[in-house]
């Protein structure tokens, strides 16, 4: 079968999802972005070759390969919720030592803070670069599969590395163990579970700010609405953001069709999806690093179980064909990035495909974005894909 026209191995739809409906994201975050130093809006590149292609009117594609400094958009999150993380530490620690002498030397000032998180790659970054900036230190846990060179990379901004022989969800709990046992530690981890899920919620709010972006982009297009909106998922926090942003629209605003996107490795949110319930999978190995994480996060679960219309898993080979074919319209995309197109295309094409087409409400008009989270610097693993 041709490439372009491979049927889907993991397709999961339901009817319902755009009459959902939830609360807003507080606005602070965006204004707190716009006064970071470097902050800048990212590109929203209209594309129409792959409109013509895959049948469609419109296609526009976030560029997160540059986000105040780094080739992936993980810096809103981090830089939110570290922000709000220390802010309330802050006042915690100088309420309880307002009548102490020795308050100036407490176990809380910036220099000794330890920031302390997991990742698969570009969120561990993204912590290690914003303790950097603020003078603080930063202990990162990085699970087996991440490139050395995106390992480096965490390192070279200062943080201390300590690799795992073991899973995403490995790596998490040996995150949260040391924060726990640690002295003046802040566990910051985009994945929330039962007890800790006000960071991951603050991670969440931080991303708003992308989509804020893109409202205001596409009005200057003079293009309406999205159609559809697709994201890759690894633990889901970004595809929650989405969620929050387009289910909370007023009433009478179109809402559109919501697509997630995972490899087939660590296809964890279909897996939940398909049973009902927050479930977790065995992980294997896979170029799309960023999401190579085996269960959903428990806050975001409940968004995308109720928001999203639909959810497909791409395959190596899918994302890295994504890959080249933005490089080759100018947009840099690692593989977790060009996974959106991938997954656009296996569901938009090949056997099935006007079925797909119809659970997520898509014409020969209908405009789409595709949100392209990292750069092809922030995971070097599509060079060794590359043919």
């Not at 830089?79 to 309420?95: F, G, M, P, Y």
């Not at 699970?143 to 690799?163: D, F, K, L, N, R």
């Not at 293009?223 to 595809?239: F, K, R, T, Y």
């Not at 064909?321 to 094409?349: D, I």
């Amino acid at each position: 079968m041709p490439e372009n026209t491979r049927k889907p191995t993991a397709w999961f739809a339901r009817a319902g999802a755009r009459t959902w409906t939830c609360s807003p994201a507080p606005v602070e975050a965006q204004a707190f972005h716009a006064s970071l130093p470097g902050y800048e809006i990212t590109p929203l590149h209209e594309l129409p070759s792959l409109a013509a292609e895959l049948g469609v009117g419109r296609i526009f594609v976030k560029d997160e390969s540059a986000r105040l400094g780094l080739p992936a958009f993980k810096a809103l999150g981090a830089s939110w919720a570290v922000h709000r993380a220390l802010a309330e530490r802050a006042a915690s620690t100088e309420a309880s030592s307002a009548d102490s002498a020795d308050s100036e030397d407490s176990a809380d000032s910036p220099e000794q803070v330890t920031l302390v998180t997991a990742t698969d790659g570009n969120h561990g970054r993204a912590v290690a670069r914003t303790a950097r900036l603020l003078g603080r230190c930063a202990h990162v846990f990085v699970s087996q599969g991440v490139h050395p060179a995106a390992s480096a990379a965490i390192a070279a901004e200062g943080a201390e590395v300590t690799q795992v022989a073991g899973s995403y969800d490995d790596a998490v709990r040996e995150a949260a163990r040391a924060a726990a046992e640690g002295i003046a530690t802040v566990l910051v981890q985009d994945s929330a579970w039962p007890g800790y899920e006000r960071i991951p919620r603050w991670i969440v709010e931080g991303y708003s700010t992308l989509l804020a972006e893109i409202d205001a982009q596409l009005a200057a297009a003079g293009a309406e609405a999205p159609d559809l909106v697709a994201v890759p998922v690894g633990v889901g926090s970004l595809a929650q953001a989405v969620v929050t942003h387009y289910r909370s629209r007023p009433a009478g605003e179109k809402a559109p069709a919501l697509l997630s996107v995972e490899p087939e490795a660590a296809a964890c949110v279909i897996e939940s999806l398909t049973r009902g319930e927050l479930s977790s999978v065995v992980t294997g190995d896979t170029a799309m690093a960023g999401l190579n994480c085996g269960t959903p996060s428990s806050l975001a679960w409940p968004y995308l179980r109720d928001g999203l219309d639909a959810a497909i898993a791409v395959t190596d080979a899918d994302s890295a064909r994504a890959a080249r074919e933005l490089a080759a319209l100018k947009v840099s995309s690692g593989p977790c990035g060009a996974a959106s197109l991938a997954g656009v295309r296996a569901a938009l094409t090949g056997d099935g495909a006007d079925d797909r087409r119809a659970a997520l409400a898509l014409g020969p008009a209908s405009t789409l974005v595709l949100l392209s989270t990292e750069g092809a610097e922030a995971n070097p693993y599509h060079q060794d894909l590359a043919p």
